[in-house]
């Protein structure tokens, strides 16, 4: 397990895609652990000279921090990254493949040799996926998005964006490799990991995020994180 397991700790900043965040790098040494929280989220990556997509997780990861001259990814916003990869996010649910098994292999090598001699590989790698992303994102997806986070019903989130809640269940597969329940438990997480981390009390992190109790938090982070809460803060 190198030198133990760790909550990722990356550099970001926004990315020229609507709601994407560009990232590289770590606080780990190589050969460390990270665990990788899931997030909602596929990411374009980086590593070493190979260019990877990272689907959507349902559970934490554990990735190991790589040698040599390190990694970088984009992350796209929750539900935009089948659009501009190609494939529908329940394909490469907790999967991390190679580009090349997505698109063309000729075209990754041209793309992964741009990546590897740019100056700024996080751009370099941000104008991949700027290429291939619409300008104007899919308001269902990002209706669904506001409606999760929101704290809707399954079947008042159907309504909102009319659709039957099959239809929004497929829709979801699509988009986000799981349904809608999986993927408002996945971004409460995030909340919950967000307010712990900013010192909040779990008390209080379970009432604001929209759990019944603290047990439930409880429950809920080892359930998707695999640790417990103050594992993840500490």
């Known amino acids: 397990m190198g030198h133990g397991t760790l909550v990722a700790v990356y550099r970001e900043r926004p990315a020229r895609l609507a709601g994407a965040v560009v990232w590289s790098g770590s606080d780990g040494p190589p050969g460390s652990v990270q665990r990788v929280l899931p997030d909602g989220c596929m990411d374009l990556l980086w590593v070493n000279g190979r260019l990877l997509v990272a689907g959507p997780d349902t559970t934490a990861q554990l990735a190991t921090v790589p040698p040599g001259p390190g ?33 063309p292999a000729a075209r990754v090598r041209r793309l992964a040799g741009l990546v590897d001699g740019a100056t700024d590989r996080a751009a370099a790698l941000e104008a991949i996926a700027a290429d291939r992303t619409d300008p ?99």
């Open 71 to 103: 990694y970088v990814g984009l992350r796209f916003a929750p539900g935009a990254g089948p659009a501009a990869l190609g494939v529908p996010a329940s394909e490469l649910r907790d999967q991390r493949v190679l580009l090349a098994d997505v698109w």
């Open 136 to 234: 104007d994102p899919d308001p269902v997806t990002a209706r669904i998005v506001a409606g999760v986070r929101a704290g809707r019903p399954v079947a008042s989130l159907a309504r909102t964006v009319c659709l039957s809640e099959r239809q929004l269940h497929r829709r979801c597969l699509v988009a986000f490799g799981y349904g809608a329940k999986t993927l408002a438990r996945i971004l409460r997480l995030n909340r919950a990991v967000a307010a712990a981390s900013a010192g909040a009390p779990f008390a209080t992190v379970a009432a604001d995020c929209g759990y019944a109790d603290q047990a439930h938090l409880a429950r809920e982070v080892m359930d998707l994180a695999g640790v417990p809460l103050g594992v993840l803060v500490s």
